[in-house]
């Protein structure tokens, strides 16, 4: 089992930036030793949508909507099975008002979809406005 726990959202104007903060913390007695860390966002009444995932060797998958906007991070001495994962968001635009999950599966991230994750954060809310 994984906790995860979502911060940093707010308020911003178009072209401003949030980072988003997520400290997970995994069962110290699980066999797993490789999580996958993803941001995912959601519009009610919309599916969640990926945003960016983190495999445990470092590589780096975004959503095409991204273009470069946004950067997905571990903080200094963050491990394995306990952390903080970081969404910088740069030149925010009206569009990306959703609520923002942190999201967690054993293993290697696979595709950003919604369904391949098995822990979730409460969620934390982004609104941009013109």
């Known amino acids: 089992q994984v906790q995860l726990a979502e911060s940093g959202g707010g308020s911003v104007q178009a072209g401003g930036s949030l980072r988003l903060s997520c400290v997970y913390s995994?069962?110290?007695?699980?066999?797993?030793?490789?999580?996958?860390l993803a941001w995912f966002r959601q519009i009610p009444g919309k599916d969640r949508e990926g945003v960016s995932a983190?495999?445990?060797?470092?590589?780096?998958?975004?959503?095409?909507f991204v273009k470069g906007r946004f950067t997905i991070s571990k903080g200094q001495g963050s491990i394995y099975r306990q952390g903080t994962v970081y969404l910088q968001m740069n030149n925010l635009k009206p569009e990306d008002t959703a609520t923002y999950y942190c999201?967690?599966?054993?293993?290697?991230?696979?595709?950003?979809?919604?369904?391949?994750?098995?822990?979730w954060g409460q969620g934390t809310q982004v609104t941009v406005s013109s």
């Open positions: 995994a069962n110290p007695n699980s066999r797993y030793t490789n999580y996958c």
């Open positions: 999201a967690s599966t054993p293993g290697w991230c696979r595709d950003m979809e919604a369904a391949e994750f098995d822990y």
């Open positions: 983190l495999e445990g060797d470092g590589r780096r998958t975004y959503g095409d």
